[in-house]
Nanobody
Framework: QVQLVESGGGLVQTGGSLRLSCAAYGTIFRVNAMGWYRQAAGKQRELVARITSGGSTNYADSVKGRFTISRDNAKNTVYLQMNSLKPEDTGVYYC???????????????WGQGTQVTVSS
């Protein structure tokens, strides 16, 4: 099995910064793309940022210039540095990864349990 374990959420004031981390554990052969999604209360889950194993990135327009996604392939870990936070960034942030297990030759999609980010005005 593959588990994604997130950390780094919390409460911060407008303009502040937070750094989220997500590590993939388990019977992993390879982790492909990794990313972060968020879901605000009463809204659908949306993509925040995504990064391939080669380091190519894409971001939601609303976070470009403020958030930076990165990864450490040796640790199967993805990070999200969030700067200049706004109240509209509030929500539950979920880690997502495409991973190939050692016992199955296919890539499956996995989700973390989510971490709360709250930005106060």
């Amino acid at each position: 099995q593959v588990q994604l374990v997130e950390s780094g959420g919390g409460l911060v004031q407008t303009g502040g910064s937070l750094r989220l981390s997500c590590a993939a554990y388990g019977t992993i052969f390879r982790v492909n793309a990794m990313g972060w999604y968020r879901q605000a209360a009463g809204k659908q889950r949306e993509l925040v940022a995504r990064i391939t194993s080669g380091g190519s990135t894409n971001y939601a327009d609303s976070v470009k210039g403020r958030f930076t996604i990165s990864r450490d392939n040796a640790k199967n870990t993805v990070y999200l540095q969030m700067n200049s936070l706004k109240p509209e960034d509030t929500g539950v942030y979920y880690c997502n990864a495409d991973a190939v297990r050692t016992d199955r030759p296919y890539s499956y999609n996995y989700w973390g349990q989510g971490t709360q980010v709250t930005v106060s005005s």
